[in-house]
């Protein structure tokens, strides 16, 4: 049986019960002698434990007096160390005050010693600086540079045990006083190794300097050398390859340069091992980029006298640049993570071009308005005129997708507040050109019917409103990159590198008020610009629609007109029906021209048209708040007109002296009959004209009773008018 369960500390009699009981399956289940044998057997195991137990107790038992007596035995020990210790201690403390004096004498004796040593070194190393210095102005007159450096080092290393001597600091200035007579005697050779790469002769000037410990000042000797080396190979380079453009120039110099970095870099490694080569040479080249003769800046500027395009030789430039920038980065990452000496020498390499992107604005607006006069779409005939700013909208805006790509890749779009100037110059040049189109409309209209002046009025207002939908898609372009522009994260923005302090406020400025969700439109002005024009358009639409309209109504305020119908038998019945009144020509020629006007309407207003639809909804809140369906704009227009006829119907009537009481009723017939023409048109005649309608009819004896409940303005007209006396 195997009972190594017992020993687990989570044994559980249940468990050990049911599994033991499982091995027995093969035995007889009814068997009862398997139980009892187990049984048996853990009362045997019960037995021997109880065994083992008694007789290791005997032996635990027997062996106590042992252990007792050997723990007394150990206490007495114990205490006999104590004693011991407490002796030892007590010997110690007198030796201390025994030996106290003698300590303290052996002290002062060791401190005399030294100082006896110090003063003797100090007498040799006095007596060493004398002839050491008397050997050197021997030495300096055969200007052998190793000797006088082994000269001076020693003196260096006797002004170490000087240094409480009293003239220490007068020793001192004249070891530096030596060290600068071996610098110019040195200065030559130092130069002329720098100057030609010298690895072996450079190395020996700095074991030499380094032991006097003036690196910094032969560092200096190398960034000096070095810097003339790469500036006069700029100069040897405008020599030789004068045919070359200012860009291949600058690619030329750019790739000496990057060239030179890794010869330089393996080279000063070798001589200046403590030094960071890197940082060294960020400097170097920027003290170069801005020692250039002649500088960047004025070789540019001689070449885009010579080019038409200035743009295009500054994108050239400017990419040139940016290919050096990266080139010098991608070397610099790898041996430097100092990022504020990165973007010394970035800021540097960029330096020539601040001036172009802060003057971006100029060149881009040169050569935007350059683009729209190329087009040449004013004409002879107004109609090509017309015809020639329809098509050139789609010109126009890519030109300006053209100036927002340049402004991407010349100023990494820092420029964006320079290309928004340029854009509102450029757009509202060219809604001058729409500007004298229209002027040309004005002049050319007649009192008459003219619709093909008509349709030519319709048609630029529509070519304004496909204007407006590609400035306002062209501004959600904008905004976008402005967007971008507030999130762009790097070791180093562009704005920092192209803008200068007054445009670099300007452009942060602009962020800032499109960011923060201020109101702000980027091309307000423009959109501003062809809202106005797309009004004064309409409003000269209006104009030439209304203008036979007018004419037809001057009949209306002439006596002739009326008179005829005073000595009329038929038209002085009171009783007359008004069906048989007829309406006079007058009226009836408006009548017909307003139920022509929707056919003129058709082509432009009852089918979709979202440019056109955009130039209304920029005119007037009427239009803004048409429904989007076929024919809804066409309405409105047709109501402006309607209200004008009405209106303008008014103000005749009413500046009517006389009219007797025949004449009151045609006219009120008139009036009736232009109702039918605009409710024909869909259209509501104007409660003004409805009220002078009614009180020209009402009986000249009933006129005071009916007449309660209307304007008490026309009322009183209208009764002057009809010469009805007021009780």
Sequence with gaps: MDISSFSNDNFEIKEWVNETLKTGETQDKKDANYTMG?????????????????????????????????????????????????????????????????????????????KLTVAKQGLHESDNWTILVNDLEEIFDSKNIEAISNKILGMQNSLKLLVNVADYEDRKLQLEGLKNRLEAIASPVIVQAFTSSDTDQSAKFVYIFSCIRRVPELMKYYHNCHRDVLVK??????????????????????????????????????????????????????????????????????????????????????????????????????????????????????????????????????????????????????????????????????????????????????????????LRAYFSSYAGLYRVALRQIDRSKRLKENWNTFQLCFSLLQYSGEVLLKVQQLEKELTLIVLELNKSTGLVKFKNLLLDKESLKEYESLIKCVTEGTQLSLLDYVTKEFNKLCTDIHHTTY???????????????????????????????????????????????????????????????????????????????????????????????????????CNNFCDKILSMASLSQPASRQLAHDINYLNNVLQDLGVSISENLRQISALLKIPSDQYQVQSLGYSAKYVSTIRQIRNITSN
């Design 543 to 645: 104009q030439l629609v209304f203008a036979p309209i007018s004419t037809h109504l001057d009949t209306v305020s002439t006596a002739d007109t009326w008179t005829q119908f005073d000595g009329s038998s038929l038209h002085n019945n009171t009783d007359m029906p008004d069906y048989s009144f007829s309406p006079q020509e007058y009226i009836t020629q408006i009548g017909q021209y307003l139920m022509e006007l929707p056919q003129h309407l058709e082509p432009f207003l009852f089918k979709e048209n979202p440019a056109l639809a955009c130039a209304l909804k920029s005119i007037d809140q009427e239009y803004f708040d048409a429904p989007d369906t076929e024919g809804a704009l066409a309405q409105v227009f047709l109501q402006i007109v309607a209200r004008g006829t």
């Design 38 to 114: 187990l049984v048996m057997k853990l009362q045997l195991y019960v037995q021997q434990v109880n065994n083992s137990l008694e007789n290791s107790s005997q032996q635990v038992l027997a062996s106590l007096p042992k252990i007792i007596r050997d723990a007394k035995l150990l206490q007495q020990e114990a205490l006999v160390l104590k004693e011991k210790m407490g002796q030892v201690k007590q010997e110690i403390i007198q030796i201390e005050q025994d030996t106290k004096k003698s300590i303290n004498a052996i002290e002062k004796l060791d401190k005399m010693k030294n």
């Design 233 to 422: 190979k700029w100069r040897s380079l405008l020599e030789t390859e004068q045919d070359e453009t200012i860009t291949q120039l600058l690619c030329n110099y750019c790739n000496i340069l990057v060239s030179n970095w890794h010869t330089q870099t393996k080279w000063f490694n070798q001589v200046f091992s403590t030094e960071n080569a890197t940082n060294t040479l960020i400097g170097i080249y920027i003290d170069v980029l801005g020692s250039l003769d002649p500088s960047l800046n004025e070789c540019i500027d001689a070449a885009l006298k010579q080019v038409p395009d200035k743009l295009s030789l500054l994108q050239d430039v400017k990419q040139v640049t940016k290919q050096f920038a990266e080139n010098m980065f991608n070397v610099i990452k790898q041996t430097s993570n100092e990022e504020k000496k990165v973007e010394q020498l970035l800021k540097a390499i960029y330096d020539h071009m601040v001036v172009y992107v802060c003057k971006y604005s100029t060149y881009e607006q040169t050569n935007l308005i350059k683009q729209l006069n190329s087009l040449n779409c004013m004409k002879e005939e107004l109609p090509d005129t017309i015809q020639s700013l329809g098509l050139s909208v789609n010109q126009i805006l890519d030109y300006a997708l053209q100036a927002k790509k340049r402004c991407q890749q010349l100023t990494e779009n820092c420029g964006v507040c320079g290309l928004l100037i340029a």
